[in-house]
């Protein structure tokens, strides 16, 4: 029979439940240690950092991949780049415009959310990104393990004859397996590092990776000069198709981070100040339109030497006869893989549940639950096989992102005019609750925004069905989705303004409870907590009642 330490109480939920921190609000009971306001010891980001996440992440597979496929589909370098260096710019604006918001009030996406959309709506916009976030977590995951697969190629080039012993119907091969479990078993000992400390390893990225792209640019100039490979190559279309796909291209590249514009404050809210993510709107669209040349100069490359086009990096390195710049070149794409799959996706799923549910996951429980499920539960390998058109939906997710963006937006700077107040965002019956939790101001904007692009959105799935031009809205739906959803949003709120949410200035954490009261009591010697006494009791008690009256 099993005594109460054993496996039965293993799966009681109580023996997973968090310890209770002397945190800010967690005694509500819809926050935690994580969830909480990040305390002054804690906001350890600077601008230095934020450079280098940035550097880091502008040199990842998704950026090659995209300035390389607008080459496909017959766009010439000297359109791509302005239409990536204008993608880029407008993302980096609406990106530290989020930032600051979390910069400021050192809150995370999910509890911001609550201000705009209403305390129990918000949770529609958490969940959603939850589903989103462990799917592209999945199909990173496997794009990583495509890195490893050719870099044990480059040491060991017999395991491309390694015998497949999986059927045909598994979607996947012996060695392709081996290399998805190793890739997701180093991927895994960085889930466990606190956000507050992950900047290392973007700090490390910034430094490797931009080291890789140049060599690689440098060989594609040498083999092939640019007067015969990118000097040489023109657009292939012309007239109205060309605008819109100038317009759509421009459309993917605004959708790689709109995600991350949206759930940025989940990292500025660890900024040491607000000027700390200011850098912003500069190093992005530099370090993204450089990245994204040196992807379309290699592409162009590849298109003179083997006769197509290679959008993909790693189907280059597998054509390349030298093997120690082959494995190189694959751990660059490994590592910088490694810190994107968590920067926009693990991160934002263990925030989001956290969210969720705050009693029993915090942000390290969050992120490995992201990686068990969306690594081994969705089979990635299943999806990138057989579902083109759910590939295409998660694409056009975009139609979601954009309004969301905006709602934040304007509400945070035009509406509330950045006085808000961060105690009752955790309170479910608080100043945000509006009508039973749902600010209708909000599903009016997202109402009005996202169903006209819903046509394209199927287009865009079976194109089987035509929609005739309604697909061109598709094809600019993040910025029609910002704009719109901003103004339908604003009107609403200044024709019939939420009055209860309005306060006279910015309420933050810090205004309503003694910030680190944990860490401040750790520090205090044996000596001065004696010498306190009864005293600091009574302080203590003081600041409580203070506090609850405030909130």
């Known amino acids: 029979m099993l005594h109460s330490g054993g496996l039965v109480s293993f799966f009681k939920p109580s023996s997973w439940a968090l310890d209770r921190e002397e945190t800010t609000f967690a005694n509500r009971g819809w926050s935690n240690k994580d969830m909480d306001p990040v305390p002054p010891r804690l906001r350890t980001w600077t601008t230095w950092n934020y450079i280098s996440y940035w550097v880091s992440d502008a040199t990842n597979l998704a950026v090659w991949e995209l300035a390389s496929s607008m080459l496909a589909i017959g766009l010439s370098w000297r359109q791509a780049m302005p239409c990536i260096a204008v993608a880029y710019a407008i993302i980096s604006v609406v990106m530290v415009l989020t930032g600051t918001i979390g910069a400021r009030l050192h809150i995370a996406f999910p509890v911001l959310n609550r201000s705009s959309f209403g305390f129990w709506f918000s949770y529609f916009t958490v969940f959603s990104r939850v589903l989103l976030s462990m799917f592209w977590f999945g199909i990173q995951t496997y794009n990583g393990s495509q890195c490893v697969y050719q870099m044990l190629k480059a040491i060991w080039p017999s395991i491309a004859r390694l015998p497949n012993r999986l059927p045909v119907s598994a979607n996947i091969t012996s060695s392709g397996l081996m290399c998805y479990i190793l890739y997701w078993l180093i991927q895994l000992p960085f889930l466990f590092v606190t956000p507050h400390k992950i900047r290392w390893l973007f700090f490390a990225k910034g430094v490797l990776t931009p080291i890789a792209w140049l060599a690689m640019i440098i060989w594609a100039f040498v083999k092939v000069p640019a007067s015969q ?316 009642e203070t506090a609850e009256v405030q909130v």
């Open 229 to 544: 490979g990118l000097f040489s190559q023109h657009a292939t279309i012309e007239g109205n198709y060309f605008s819109w796909a100038w317009l759509s291209a421009m459309n993917s590249a605004l959708g790689i981070y709109a995600s991350l514009s949206v759930n940025i404050p989940d990292f500025t809210r660890y900024a040491k100040n607000e000027r700390a993510q200011y850098v912003q709107p500069f190093i992005i669209p530099i370090a993204f339109t450089l990245c994204s040349f040196v992807g379309i100069a290699v592409t162009s490359a590849g298109i003179q030497l083997y006769g197509e086009v290679l959008w993909d990096p790693l189907l280059l390195i597998d054509r390349w006869d030298n093997r120690a710049a082959a494995f190189f070149a694959s751990f660059v794409f490994a590592l910088t893989t490694i810190g994107t799959n968590i920067s926009a996706n693990s991160l934002g799923a263990g925030n989001d549940m956290t969210a969720l549910c705050p009693k029993y996951i915090n942000i390290r429980r969050g992120q490995i639950l992201c990686a068990i499920i969306g690594g081994w539960a969705l089979c990635p390998w299943e999806i990138l096989a057989n579902a083109t058109g759910f590939l295409s939906f998660m694409d056009g997710y975009t139609i979601f992102l954009g309004p969301f963006a905006g709602i934040m937006v304007t509400d945070f700077y035009l509406v509330h005019k950045g006085c808000v107040d961060v105690p009752a965002m955790y309170d479910p019956s608080g100043r945000y609750r509006y009508t039973g939790g749902f600010n209708w101001r909000a599903v009016l904007a997202m109402i009005v925004t996202v169903a006209p692009t819903l046509p394209g959105l199927i287009n865009s799935i079976n194109p089987a069905i035509k929609i005739g031009y309604a697909t061109h809205l598709f094809d600019i739906a993040w910025m029609y989705g910002f704009v719109v959803a901003s103004l339908v949003y604003y009107v609403a709120s200044y024709l019939f303004p939420a009055h209860d949410t309005y306060v006279d200035g910015l309420i933050s954490a810090d205004d309503v409870m003694p910030i680190d009261k944990q860490y401040e009591k750790d520090e205090k010697s044996p000596t001065e907590t004696t010498q306190s006494g009864t005293e600091g009791e009574e302080q203590k008690s003081v600041n409580v």
